[in-house]
């Protein structure tokens, strides 16, 4: 949209979040028009129709998700301003994120003042990353870890959704039911992490999560 002012499009399945969000940036005077959608399957039509300057996009969404919409906006339009604005404040989301093509991560957590720097960032050309969110350079976890990053990394969007489920202990029928898919369907996800990450059980998902900081010990 062109205007002086930076037009938003909220993604976040939550009406009280995107209510409050709306209620956030109305306040800033360098923000315009305000959009939502409530699910990451309606972005690329409404993303094309409306062009909107910067997209505040959830990754823990039914359906989709917010890693594979990022993904596909970002293949849809690589110009595409993506801020992720979540309440995952790992390390590994962020990376996740980011490579899937978003310019900025804020936390939930965050300050009203934080979402809207970050907005104002992004829409600028340049990157934000919440300072909370970025882990310390001498970290020799961080380091020591690279390797399961790497494994991490062949994992889709989807699959990473599935993993993180699967970590946390949920069943196949609980993650089918979570995120809007057939029992069949997760299964096959599973399998395929399984193999990708060269481990057996469920057990072992939860092992690496914990190492990668996706879930806590």
Request: charged share 25%; aromatic share 6%.
């Amino acid at each position: 949209m062109s205007s002086n002012k930076i037009s938003v499009l909220l993604v976040d399945d939550h009406e009280v979040v995107r209510a409050g969000f709306r209620m956030l940036l109305s306040t800033q005077t360098f923000i315009g028009e305000i959009m939502d959608v409530n699910r990451g399957e309606l972005v690329g039509q409404v993303y094309e129709r409306l062009q909107p300057d910067v997209v505040v996009m959830d990754l823990s969404m039914p359906g989709m998700g917010g890693l594979e919409t990022i993904r596909r906006l970002h293949k849809q339009d690589a110009q595409a301003v993506i801020l992720v604005y979540s309440i995952h404040d790992e390390t590994i989301y962020v990376e996740r994120a980011l490579q899937a093509g978003a310019k900025g991560y804020v936390s939930k957590n965050s300050a009203a003042e934080v979402l809207a720097e970050a907005v104002k960032t992004v829409a600028g050309g340049k990157q934000y990353i919440e300072q909370t969110l970025l882990p310390e350079v001498d970290d020799v976890r961080y380091v020591d870890i690279a390797f399961y990053r790497e494994m991490l990394d062949l994992l889709s969007p989807r699959e990473f959704d599935v993993f993180c489920r699967l970590a946390k202990g949920m069943t196949a029928h609980e993650v089918a039911a979570d995120l809007h898919l057939g029992y069949k369907t997760v299964a096959n996800y599973s399998t395929q992490i399984k193999s990708k990450l060269n481990v057996n059980t469920a057990a072992d998902l939860a092992n690496i999560a914990v190492v990668l900081g996706v879930i806590k010990p």
